[in-house]
């Protein structure tokens, strides 16, 4: 762990322990009440999601095509996150759509988006643990293909309905709403930012001890 | 330009020789797609007439499951005597190999489609001749973005392990744009009042979809094929 993941952790971590009093002393929305703090924590696990997807993304195609070995250690770490905050991001929605809308799903765009993105990473991750030898290339493969997918999946579904509330809305939060969620999204932010740079590190940890043995078995 | 062409009409002509001579994945294709075609007619058909408009997603379940059956197929021949690893040891471009091996694959699909569309057109009341030119635009368009995808990670995965479980499971997600504008696309055609525009929105969103995946495999087939 470098000082900077450490100082990022405690941060992070010092952040989301006193988060629940903050969001408690958030005033109350008015149409949908306690309901609404859900949002506090699943709309920085959506952008954050929405992040790394993009991060595995620009890593994999960089490592396809610029021969960069490194950027692959980004990407996996990249995707495992994506797969983190999608859970985060999938299971907080629902919770607020039972209360607000009155039922778990709605196949709107935005939640179909989500899910098939965050099934892309699962499949990528699947294919990294069980693909063998190669795998890494195929990985990379898959990540930028699903994320030229993303506009393609959005659209297709957009054709239906769409109930999800607009993030417009964000920037004209009165402040007392606005405080706490930029204080939960820079909370969320800095975690991810230390958990992403960990795992890229272990990873590049790994692939330098494959190489060693490799050379050793050589000589 | 011209040698790209050249290389990929190769390949096209290797593999329909190949298969002419062993009819094993027409013959093994077309018949699952029956049987799948046929499952559905038992689970879904009460009395003689389907439940709701299913024609559409099970015409378009029946082509991505025995497009799936048939890419793994292609490319496993291929993997058993190592012909793949000759066919990138050749002096050609691998962009052209991938080109080929596309059009092969759409060939084949396009001849298990010719067999499906008929059999969900009787076997679940479909107008299937209401309008030929937006339905077969509907299903090109569809199956190469399908194919095209497909080839790519079929060619991908033919060193990994556990290859068969894989091809379906990277397939699915990247395809479901595909499968949303091609049911939806069928069912607008299949609906008492046929909603035209509809269906062209529809062919039009495949189209780019294929524009943008065909041009994206071209460019990633190079790098992920080299070992």
């Known amino acids: 762990m470098t000082k900077l993941n450490q100082i990022e952790l405690a941060l992070a971590g010092a952040m989301l322990a006193v988060a629940p009093w903050i969001i408690d002393a958030a005033p109350y929305e008015a149409t949908m009440g306690l309901v609404q703090k859900i949002f506090y924590f699943h709309m920085p696990a959506a952008w954050l999601f929405l992040l790394a997807a993009i991060i595995a993304g620009t890593a994999s195609a960089m490592f396809l095509f610029g021969k960069k070995r490194d950027m692959d250690g980004w990407a996996l770490a990249a995707a495992e996150l994506a797969v983190v905050f999608g859970i985060i991001t999938l299971v907080t929605g629902p919770l607020w759509a039972r209360k607000a809308w009155g039922i778990w799903w709605v196949w709107d765009a935005r939640l179909t988006s989500s899910l098939i993105l965050w099934m892309i990473f699962v499949a990528y991750l699947l294919l990294r643990r069980y693909g063998g030898p190669g795998a890494d290339k195929l990985g990379a493969g898959m990540a930028l293909f699903g994320l030229a997918n993303v506009p393609f999946i959005f659209v297709s579904v957009n054709v239906w309905r769409t109930l999800h509330p607009q993030t417009s809305v964000v920037p004209t939060l009165p402040v007392q709403m606005g405080g706490p969620l930029w204080f939960c999204i820079t909370a969320f932010f800095l975690l991810f930012l230390a958990l992403l740079g960990m795992r890229a590190r272990l990873e590049r940890q790994r692939v330098r001890i494959e190489d060693l043995y490799l050379a050793e078995d050589e000589a | ?227």
Request: charge should be neutral; hydrophobic fraction near 60%; glycine fraction near 6%.
């Open chain 2, 1 to 227: 330009m011209k040698d790209f062409f050249r290389v990929a009409w190769l390949v096209v002509r290797k593999d329909l020789m190949v298969e002419a001579r062993s009819l094993e994945v027409v013959s093994t294709t077309l018949f699952f797609a029956l049987t799948v075609v046929l499952v559905f007619a038992f689970g879904l058909v009460r009395e003689g007439t389907p439940v709701g408009d299913v024609s559409a997603a099970i015409l378009w379940i029946a082509t991505a499951f025995s497009g799936t059956l048939a890419l793994g197929r292609t490319f496993e021949r291929e993997r058993q005597a190592d012909t793949l690893r000759a066919l990138m040891l050749a002096p050609a471009d691998r962009p052209a190999i991938y080109a080929g091996k596309l059009a092969g694959m759409l060939l084949l699909m396009a001849l298990v489609e010719m067999v499906l569309v008929p059999l969900v057109g009787l076997l679940f009341q479909a107008p299937i001749l209401g309008h030929p030119v937006h339905l077969a635009a509907l299903l090109l368009a569809g199956t190469t973005g399908f194919a095209a995808v497909g080839t790519l990670f079929a060619a991908m995965l033919v060193r990994a392990r556990s290859r068969d479980v894989m091809l379906p499971i990277l397939l699915y997600p990247i395809t479901v744009p595909v499968m949303i504008a091609g049911v939806r696309g069928t069912a607008a055609l299949f609906q008492g009042t046929p909603d035209e525009a509809l269906a062209r929105f529809w062919i039009a969103l495949l189209v780019f979809f294929d524009v943008v995946f065909v041009t994206l495999a071209l460019w990633t087939f190079e790098p992920v094929m080299t070992e």
